[in-house]
């Protein structure tokens, strides 16, 4: 017949009342709580959750916590991290070379472009030269260290607010470096993010190496076997109208690549061709998706870049 009045807070507070009032908290055995000070008891437990809930949100999304320019940048929301490699003879206002990874879709640690990044440093080439192998948002390294952010299970991530975070954090480290120059190389996914990069972000970089790009995103999903269209993602034929036409563009690709058509950079390089940019198209010959990124014309490939810029 009595009617339970439900708490404000609409939380579960009146269940756990119920609760006190059976068993040992109930008047039949000697022992009572009185409910005005265990709905206070209880709100406060509560508002305590939320208190801790909203604070784990805003970590897990806050500018790096433990600031360190060798190790960790942060973006416009999230906290980066990278390695960074220099030459023997780097002095102030080097060339900087960022190298961005692809989706790692078999899951693990994101380490395998550091490798490539520090042949670049340590090349005879090198001359006044850093060079960061940066972890994509969401993505970790074998060091424990989390660049923060989402990944979305490894899918549809080359979001606009991913792009952004990482070309935040390649304008931060430019500008501390005093780099005279950025060259963005980037394999796979590492390749789609770069190519959108100097199309939303045009005076960023002055040229890039893009490896196994899948420079337009839809068709490369459409001619991938049971590929999902990924609707969140930006694709670099997009932003090829907007690429400035100083810049040097390098796309190169596994002649036995089956995870991405060839035809998908040499369509893009053609689409920067026609507005003047200067902008080529190469074949690995005999090299896969991961093994062309291992290829020693990628590394030629960067210091015909950086030899433009």
Known sequence: MNERKRHPIGDGTD??????????????????????????VISSIFALAILLSGIRALLSAAPCAAPDPERRETGVNE???YRLYRSAAVESNPNLVIVLHGDVSSGGPAIYHRRIAESIARDSRAGNLVVAALVRPGY?????????????????????????????????????????????LGHSGGAA????????HPTLAGGAALVACPCNVPAWRSGRRGGRPW???????????????????????GSRDDNTSPALGQDYVQSL?????????????????????RSARVVDGVFEVLSAN
């Open 193 to 200: 993010l770069s190519g959108v990069i100097i199309g939303r």
């Open 231 to 253: 609707s969140r993602s930006e694709s670099p034929h997009w932003w090829a109208d907007k690429v400035a036409v100083t810049t040097q563009v390098i796309a190169l690709i």
């Open 79 to 81: 906290c980066l991290v």
């Open 273 to 293: 061709v026609k507005r003047g940019i200067k902008a080529r198209f190469e074949l690995i010959a005999d090299a896969e998706h991961d093994p062309a990124f």
């Open 15 to 40: 269940e756990l009342l119920a609760c006190a009032r059976v068993g040992h908290g109930s008047p039949a055995n000697g022992f009572s709580i009185p409910s005005a000070w265990m709905r206070a």
């Open 140 to 184: 970790e390294d074998s060091d424990g260290e989390k660049s923060t952010g989402s990944h979305n299970n490894r899918s549809d991530h080359y979001t606009a607010e991913n792009i952004d975070e990482v070309a935040a954090v390649v304008g931060k480290l430019r500008d501390r470096l005093q780099a005279s120059s950025v060259t963005l």
